[in-house]
């Protein structure tokens, strides 16, 4: 068993904050402060127009954006947090938390978990990283990065993007972004480690990583407050609660169902022979509902209900493990459903994912996002190298005027690529497609 102790992996230390800090107020816990201050946050704000799955561009409102599938994820976060909380406070009746408090937690770290997502989602990720890696201008720009930035930028990755706007860009504090409490910040790390240092260092993922080069010292404060030990340089132990925040998010798998009924991807009866074993309750029970979205509803309540219970089950069937940091697979893999689920993810790619709308969608995504970075990419290397910069070309000077806030902007390279990905990284689908069409 670990040296872990759950007192401190509570741990209400606000992260880059000032040396007195505020625990809980008279009717909030420090995990609802937290949750409440990421809700405040324009970056969430921004996640109503950046797409799930489909977004709105297939003709229908009616679809889960990244917004709404945030508060979703958030109360099925909460309830997990609960169901966890309960059986923990029964485990150690000596902590002086009840289980409303790991609820509160997990659904702190639920309203960030998506934050760090770009303009269409996780295809931003994949335009981002491709244009570092292959573009002309993406691989001269990287000569004189460190190859820890470098790995960065051509791995982009929206967990660590995520880290650095809840810790550094959002909020209006000097240091620390939104000082969330360091629990909060453990818990949404799904990847608790950087990217290499140097080529061919050792992490657990060298596509995924959780914080930049920028934010270490945060990440490190962070999990040394929480008592998770680093395992190797740059590698941390995953904080226990993560692991549930992974099986609450992993509930899209249901909810996307119903959305591609909702634009004619799925049928009905797809649909009801996929939930309906998950759901695990007879057709007479909704037969009489009266509409086939009404029945989809009723079967993806039960299906979620379904999933909760399950992977509360097995976070203790596999305590041990996750407390020593042995554990590093989807708990949803280890629950009597895993079947099922393995078959609604291989529906789900040809039906769901390679939609025909969502296909032509994506093509125009990666039009509008490679527009973006090539034109701001160019126009600030321009002003980069230019000694005097009323030589920026007619062009360039004009692009430089889009961006905004431009003239906060350094010129040193690191500094002026990793606030070019911010602004990036901050458009909303509508706003991206925009700024590519007056680019174009």
Same mark, same amino acid.
């Given at each position: 068993?670990?040296g872990?102790?759950w007192t401190?992996l509570?741990?209400?230390h ?17 995990f ?6 990421i809700?405040w946050?324009?970056?969430f704000r ?5 797409r799930?799955v489909?977004?709105?561009i297939v003709?229908?409102d009616?679809?889960?954006s990244?917004?709404t599938?945030t ?11 609960f ?20 609820g509160?937690l ?5 309203a960030g978990?998506?934050?760090g ?6 295809l ?10 292959s573009s002309?201008?993406g ?10 930035m ?6 982009w990755?929206?967990n660590?993007?995520?880290?650095r706007?809840?810790?550094r ?8 972004g939104?000082?969330l ?22 992490r657990p ?12 010292p ?14 190797a340089?740059g590698?941390?132990m995953?904080h226990?609660?993560a ?7 992993d509930?899209?798998?249901v909810?996307?169902?119903e ?9 009905y ?12 309750t007879?057709?007479s029970?909704y037969?009489?509902?009266?509409s ?6 009723f079967?993806?309540a ?5 999933l909760v /219970? !399950?992977? *509360?089950?097995?976070?203790?069937? #596999?305590y041990?493990? @996750?407390?020593?940091? =042995? ?6 893999t280890?629950?009597?459903?895993a ?5 609604i993810?291989q ?10 709308s969502?296909?032509?969608a ?12 090539e034109n ?8 980069e190298?230019?000694v005097?910069t009323?030589?920026?070309s007619?062009? /360039? !000077?004009? *692009?430089?005027?889009?961006?905004? #806030?431009?003239?906060? @902007?350094?010129?040193? =390279?690191e500094?002026?690529i ?6 990036i990284?901050?458009?909303?689908d509508?706003a991206?497609?925009?700024?590519a069409?007056?680019?174009?």
């Amino acid at each position: 068993m670990s040296g872990l102790e759950w007192t401190q992996l509570m741990s209400k230390h606000r992260v880059g904050g000032e040396a007195v800090q505020p625990s809980d107020h008279r009717y909030r816990t420090a995990f609802e402060i937290d949750q409440d201050r990421i809700t405040w946050s324009a970056a969430f704000r921004s996640l109503q127009d950046k797409r799930q799955v489909h977004g709105s561009i297939v003709g229908s409102d009616y679809v889960r954006s990244r917004l709404t599938h945030t508060a979703e994820i958030v109360r099925v976060a909460r309830t997990i947090g609960f169901l966890v909380g309960e059986r923990i406070c029964r485990r150690h009746p000596e902590l002086e938390v009840d289980p409303p408090t790991f609820g509160h937690l997990l659904a702190a770290a639920a309203a960030g978990h998506d934050i760090g997502h770009g303009p269409f989602g996780h295809l931003s990720e994949d335009i981002a990283s491709e244009w570092w890696q292959s573009s002309p201008l993406g691989r001269e720009l990287r000569q004189g990065l460190s190859a820890r930035m470098s790995h960065e930028l051509t791995h982009w990755e929206g967990n660590a993007q995520g880290f650095r706007i809840l810790t550094r860009i959002e909020g209006w504090r000097q240091t620390g972004g939104l000082q969330l409490t360091a629990a909060a910040l453990c818990t949404y790390t799904k990847y608790p480690w950087t990217a290499p240092e140097i080529p061919g260092e050792a992490r657990p993922s060298l596509r995924k990583f959780g914080c930049f080069e920028g934010e270490l010292p945060l990440f490190r404060e962070a999990f040394e407050a929480c008592g998770l030990p680093e395992l190797a340089p740059g590698h941390w132990m995953r904080h226990p609660l993560a692991t549930a925040l992974e099986c609450a998010d992993d509930c899209y798998l249901v909810t996307d169902l119903e959305d591609g009924y909702a634009v004619g991807a799925l049928s009905y009866r797809e649909v009801e022979d996929l939930l309906q074993p998950l759901a695990g309750t007879p057709r007479s029970d909704y037969a009489d509902l009266e509409s086939d979205e009404k029945r989809i509803v009723f079967l993806r309540a039960k299906a979620v209900k379904t999933l909760v /219970n !399950q992977s *509360v089950d097995a976070f203790f069937d #596999n305590y041990d493990t @996750i407390m020593d940091g =042995r554990f590093d697979d989807s708990l949803l893999t280890c629950i009597p459903a895993a079947d099922v689920l393995g078959g609604i993810r291989q529906i789900s790619k040809p039906k769901l994912y390679d939609f025909q709308s969502r296909v032509v969608a994506d093509l125009k995504a990666e039009r509008v996002v490679r527009t973006v970075l090539e034109n701001f990419a160019a126009a600030l290397y321009d002003r980069e190298v230019m000694v005097d910069t009323s030589a920026v070309s007619i062009r /360039n !000077q004009a *692009v430089l005027n889009t961006i905004a #806030n431009v003239e906060r @902007i350094p010129l040193r =390279r690191e500094a002026w690529i990793r606030a070019m990905m911010d602004r990036i990284i901050a458009l909303t689908d509508r706003a991206a497609t925009e700024q590519a069409a007056i680019l174009s």
